[in-house]
């Protein structure tokens, strides 16, 4: 059994930071990777938010150059993915193993109930690593449709992320499949330089807040499919049309219909990639880690209860001493790479102050 100062569990922008910050501080930290190293980036083309490249980056150079920054300072970084956690007492338990019967993706999309008995399982064997610390940035997965087109086409018309893609789709006919707050607000994002933006919803009326829908009701440039699916996204090398499905309100009968297309956007969400800690730390009901700096009534609660001398001691520890959170497994806000990376830091320089005031 391996033993490890700082354990950081995700290999994408909050992983990788954490560890550069670390590793300068000499806490030797180890990263497990997971099944995607370098996380969602590893996924996109060019990004263009991200400060210090004007010209862009590809996602894949960007986190392969966080990789080796924080391997140069001395940060580990291990292939394995976390099947299993123990934070009920310290040091604190990490598994690896994973039984045949199930891959690791699988493991993310298990339900609750059946990752239990699975634990149950894998904690019978002895633990892979006993550490002191950990932090968590496991990021969250965007929903998908799994509709055909989707996969052949991410990146190439279609987006997870209209703050991030937007620009690119200046002049062009774009649709957003959604209807809550985050459709609203990848619409609005979107008018700003699509020609026109198309949304398509599939109940008759929006889920998002009233303000939110509003303008994206009142605004020019957009126009809405209630009742409506997509089916199908169309193209040769890049989006050009996509198949949606209407069903008529008063008859319940289905119309299909193929339509000129240029971008879609999937705006139905993200999953935190949390199960393994459920039990272990306390997750919101959508998935979220609670930290002490969280965005919800909770994150505050929390916050309060751990103010000293008039400042919240540790911000981005969960409800586990020694165990800290960082990146979009937290954020139910912002999702980019440099607030991930912002909050991989900041986990770093708590751990490094928490083992300062809590070990000999
Ligand atoms: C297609 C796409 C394009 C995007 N474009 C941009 C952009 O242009 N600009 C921008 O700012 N943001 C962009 N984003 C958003 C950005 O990628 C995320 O906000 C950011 O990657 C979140 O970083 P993270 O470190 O929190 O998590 P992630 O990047 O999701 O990384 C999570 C890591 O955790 C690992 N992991 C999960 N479970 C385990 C486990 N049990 N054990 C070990 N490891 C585990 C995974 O393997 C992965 O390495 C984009 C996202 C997507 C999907």
Same mark, same amino acid.
């Given at each position: ?10 290999? /994408? ?14 806490? !030797? ?7 995607? &190293?370098?996380? +969602? ?11 210090? $490249?004007?010209?862009?980056?590809? /996602? ?8 080796? +920054? ?25 598994? =690896? ?26 904690? +019978? ?10 932090? &968590?940035? %496991? ?9 055909? /087109? ?16 937007? #620009?690119? $789709?200046?002049?062009?006919? @774009? ?13 609005? #994002?979107? =008018? !700003? ?28 440039? @957009? ?7 997509? %089916? ?13 499905? %209407? !069903? ?16 879609? $956007? ?9 199960? &393994?800690? %459920? ?11 609670? =930290? ?19 400042? &919240? ?7 586990? #001493?020694? *165990?800290?959170?960082? /990146?979009?497994? *937290?954020? @139910? ?14 986990? #770093? ?9 809590? +070990?000999?």
């Amino acid at each position: 059994m391996k033993k490890i100062k700082v354990a950081i569990i995700g290999s /994408g922008p909050a992983g990788y930071t954490a560890g550069i910050y670390a590793a300068r501080a000499k806490l !030797k930290p180890t990263i497990f990777a997971g099944e995607e &190293i370098g996380g +969602q980036l590893m996924f996109t083309t060019e990004v263009e938010n991200f400060p210090g $490249f004007p010209k862009a980056i590809r /996602g894949p150079v960007l986190m392969d150059r966080m990789r080796e +920054q924080a391997e140069h300072f001395g940060a580990e970084l291990e292939p394995h993915f976390i099947t299993a956690v123990d934070f009920s007492h310290q040091p604190f338990r990490l598994w =690896t193993q994973l039984p045949s019967s199930v891959s690791a993706p699988e493991l993310i999309r298990l339900k609750q109930t059946d990752y239990s008995v699975l634990a149950k399982q894998i904690k +019978q064997q002895p633990a892979d690593y006993l550490v002191d610390s950990v932090i &968590i940035a %496991t990021g969250a997965v965007p929903i998908r449709l799994h509709v055909p /087109g989707e996969d052949k086409f991410m990146g190439r018309g279609v987006s997870v992320c209209a703050v991030c893609d937007a #620009a690119f $789709f200046k002049d062009k006919n @774009v649709y957003v499949i959604g209807g809550g707050d985050s459709a609203m607000e990848d619409t609005l #994002a979107l =008018t !700003k330089f699509a020609r026109q933006v198309n949304v398509v919803h599939r109940r008759a009326n929006f889920r998002a807040s009233k303000i939110m829908c509003e303008r994206v009701l009142h605004h020019p440039k @957009v126009k809405i499919f209630w009742n409506s699916q997509l %089916t199908e996204i169309m193209g040769e090398t890049v989006v050009n049309k996509i198949r949606i499905v %209407t !069903k008529d309100e008063k008859t319940d009968q289905l119309k299909e219909r193929v339509l000129d297309a240029d971008g879609v $956007f999937l705006a139905i969400g993200h999953r935190p990639v949390s199960g &393994i800690f %459920t039990n272990e730390i306390q997750i919101d009901d959508h998935g979220y880690i609670l =930290t002490r700096k969280s965005l919800s009534a909770a994150g505050l609660q929390l916050g309060l209860t751990a103010v000293d001398k008039g400042v &919240i001691a540790y911000p981005s520890m969960t409800t586990s #001493a020694g *165990v800290f959170a960082a /990146g979009d497994v *937290v954020d @139910v806000r912002y999702k980019q790479a440099i607030t991930a990376a912002a909050q991989g830091c900041e986990a #770093a320089l708590d751990v490094e102050r928490w083992l300062e005031n809590n +070990q000999s």
